[in-house]
């Protein structure tokens, strides 16, 4: 059975005027983790997921990660026209995270970001391809424990 386009499915989504979240349900992510150059480890997740949510200012969206290693986070992005192919930047990212980029085609969402240290050379790169959309539900409950 083929999946759902990724990039068309985020658009779709996010020019509609519903700010509810949608749940997207993924068959797999691959979460790989670099240090200085050097590969930590990899971590292969099935059915995993990320929650979708447009904002209430104008062209943005926010999207939490609930399947992270560490903790669940959220950060927002501009809205990306419709039908295009999109590079952004994760915007608002907590602390540790920083220098987030997301890229989202037909076939994938990456994210990647930095788990920032004081010293540099222990600053960790870390990033999530998530692919093929198992499951899309509307979502109505506060994601990761937060009520904004």
């Not at 700010?19 to 930590?40: C, D, M, R, W």
């Not at 608002?92 to 540099?120: N, Q, T």
């Amino acid at each position: 059975m083929p999946t759902l386009p990724i990039s068309s499915t985020f658009t779709n989504f996010l020019h509609q005027n519903s700010h509810a979240p949608l749940h997207i349900t993924f068959a797999a992510l691959e979460i790989i983790n670099h240090q200085n150059g050097q590969s930590l480890n990899r971590v292969q997740r099935p059915q995993s997921r990320i929650f979708l949510q447009k904002m209430p200012q104008t062209g943005l969206a926010k999207m939490t990660v609930p399947d992270n290693l560490v903790f669940c986070f959220s950060f927002q992005f501009h809205i990306p026209n419709a039908g295009e192919f999109h590079h952004g930047e994760m915007l608002c990212l907590p602390r540790p995270l920083d220098c987030g980029r997301l890229f989202v085609d037909d076939e994938k969402l990456l994210l990647s970001f930095r788990i920032d240290a004081p010293d540099p050379t222990l600053r960790v790169e870390v990033t999530h391809v998530y692919q093929g959309i198992l499951r899309l539900e509307h979502f109505c409950t506060p994601l990761c424990g937060q009520t904004h």
